[in-house]
């Protein structure tokens, strides 16, 4: 069964930095494009960034370009998401989730979630 | 893209029939993915490619449209089936939620 699961969540000041992990079992992990989505009561759903299965390609959502930058490490079925310069407005839950689609087509979607892990930004 | 979903909540009882709406601001995919969410749990993948139940899901759910108007139906409630539904579009290299639609129970 292929499963995902979310660390390094954490309580941080503005400013700070953090690192989330994503493990990945159950599956050939290098096999699949990766993405971030994280979750607020008052947002939703939101994409934030996803990586090719070589991790040579990587797109952003413009709210996290330049302060996010999404990783992985195929030996070790890892996905990781180093935040920079945090906001208040980044306290959110955290998923990495699996895309699956057709390829150069816009039918995509995410078959296999994490549990999530929360980040909270307050001074 | 904008992804509007209605209603925001939906109010049913067990037996009837949920009909939520997914409204695109562009037409820029004809494909939409729907998830259930209940509290404390991580998003469900219903359907994809807008019509094509996910491994597991049962018959009762079922998916339609295209361009701009998407459809989710459960045909006849169950007791479990009350949480929270989002759908899901990509285009123009990222990806899309609506807002949610709550479904509870009347």
């Known amino acids: 069964e292929a499963q995902l699961v979310e660390s390094g969540g954490a309580l941080v000041q503005p400013g700070e930095s953090l690192r989330l992990s994503c493990a990945a079992s159950g599956f050939t992990f290098g096999k699949y494009w990766m993405s971030w989505v994280r979750q607020t009561p008052e947002k939703g759903l939101e994409w934030l960034a996803d990586?090719?299965?070589?991790?040579?390609?990587?797109l952003y959502v413009d709210s996290v370009r330049g302060r996010f930058t999404l990783s992985r490490d195929n030996a070790k079925n890892s996905l990781y998401l180093q935040m920079d310069n945090l906001r208040v407005e980044d306290t959110a839950v955290y998923f990495c989730?699996?895309?699956?689609?057709?390829?150069?087509?816009?039918?995509?979607?995410?078959?296999?979630w994490g549990q999530g892990t929360m980040v909270a930004v307050s001074s | 893209i904008v992804l509007t979903q209605s209603p925001g909540t939906l109010s049913l009882s067990p037996g009837e029939r949920a009909t939520l709406s997914c409204r695109a601001s562009q037409s820029a995919s004809n494909y939409v993915a729907w998830y259930q969410q209940k509290p404390g749990q991580t998003p469900r993948l219903l359907i994809y490619a807008s019509s094509t139940r996910a491994t597991g899901v049962p018959g009762r759910f079922s998916g339609s449209g295209s361009g701009t108007d998407f459809t989710l139906t459960i045909s006849r409630l169950e007791p479990e089936d009350f949480a929270l539904y989002f759908c899901q579009q990509y285009g123009n290299s990222l990806y899309t939620f609506g807002q949610g639609t709550k479904l509870e129970i009347k």
């Open positions: 989730a699996r895309d699956v689609g057709i390829s150069k087509t816009t039918n995509w979607w995410f078959d296999v």
């Open positions: 990586i090719r299965q070589d991790g040579s390609e990587k």
